[in-house]
Nanobody, 124 residues
Framework: QVQLVESGGGLVQAGGSLRLSCEAS????????MGWFRQAPGKVREFVSVISRSGESTYYADSVKGRFTISRDNAKNTVYLQMSSLKPEDTAVYYC?????????????????WGQGTQVTVSS
């Protein structure tokens, strides 16, 4: 089992930046593939980014590619999402998730553990 706690959300103006963090506790953090998802009001949860266990491989949704960067520090049991050039359409609750599989899944049902989410609001 692993417990995930996100932080770093908030209100930011369009064009601004935020860094989200997700700290894990429990079993070995480095044994999990980690993903970020988001859910806007009235919409389904959507994939944002994923990072491999070692951190060597990453993948992004087209909507955030070039603006967001995922990273992890296995010594600190933490995965990050650096968000830049934020747009109003990035407004959502952002969730981190952990998968026991080494595959870089983009589908939420492939993830085994979820955090409680952190709100990101981008004003125009």
């Amino acid at each position: 089992q692993v417990q995930l706690v996100e932080s770093g959300g908030g209100l930011v103006q369009a064009g601004g930046s935020l860094r989200l963090s997700c700290e894990a506790s429990g079993r070995s953090f480095s044994s999990y593939t980690m993903g970020w998802f988001r859910q806007a009001p009235g919409k389904v949860r959507e994939f944002v980014s994923v990072i491999s266990r070692s951190g060597e491989s990453t993948y992004y949704a087209d909507s955030v590619k070039g603006r967001f960067t995922i990273s992890r520090d296995n010594a600190k049991n933490t995965v990050y999402l650096q968000m830049s050039s934020l747009k109003p359409e990035d407004t959502a609750v952002y969730y981190c998730a952990a998968s026991v599989s080494p595959v870089l899944f983009t589908t939420s049902r492939r993830y085994d553990y979820w955090g409680q989410g952190t709100q990101v609001t981008v004003s125009s």
